[in-house]
C-alpha cells in the first residue's frame, strides 16, 4: 500500500507563494504517476499539476506559469511550488498517486488560504 503525507500548507498574501510537499512511502511509491488537485469551498476537485513516471508534467491552464511540480524521487517527496497566488487558488490541496488517472492513493489534504 501507498501512504501520501502533505505539507506546508497556510495562508499568505495575494502574490505570495507557498511550496507544498508530499511525502510518499510504501511499496511501489517510486514508480507511480503522481499529481497535485484542489477544491475550494462549494466547487468541484480539480487537477492541478501531474507528474508522470517518466517525468513529465502537465497543468490546468488555470496555474501555468504560476505552479511548478517536481519530484525528489531520492526522497520520496512530491512537491508544488506555488508563485504568484491569488484568491481563487484557495483551496484544500491533496496529492494523489498510482492508476490510470494518478488517483488511486490521495493523502489527507492541506488548507492554502490567499488574502
Known amino acids: 500500500d501507498v501512504q501520501l503525507v502533505e505539507s506546508g500548507g497556510g495562508s499568505v498574501q495575494t502574490g505570495g507563494s507557498v511550496r507544498l510537499s508530499c511525502a510518499a512511502s510504501?511499496?511501489?511509491?517510486?514508480?507511480?504517476?503522481m499529481g497535485w488537485f484542489r477544491q475550494a469551498p462549494g466547487k468541484e476537485r480539480e487537477g492541478v499539476a501531474g507528474?508522470?513516471?517518466?517525468?513529465?508534467?502537465a497543468y490546468a491552464d488555470s496555474v501555468k506559469g504560476r505552479f511548478t511540480i517536481s519530484q525528489d524521487k531520492a526522497k520520496n517527496t512530491l512537491y508544488l511550488q506555488m508563485n504568484s497566488l491569488q484568491p481563487e487558488d484557495t483551496a484544500v490541496y491533496s496529492c494523489?498517486?498510482?492508476?490510470?488517472?494518478?488517483?488511486?492513493?490521495w493523502g489527507q489534504g492541506t488548507q492554502v488560504t490567499v488574502s
Open positions: 507528474i508522470g513516471i517518466d517525468g513529465r508534467t
Open positions: 510504501g511499496y511501489g511509491a517510486l514508480y507511480l504517476c
Open positions: 494523489a498517486a498510482g492508476g490510470t488517472y494518478c488517483q488511486d492513493y
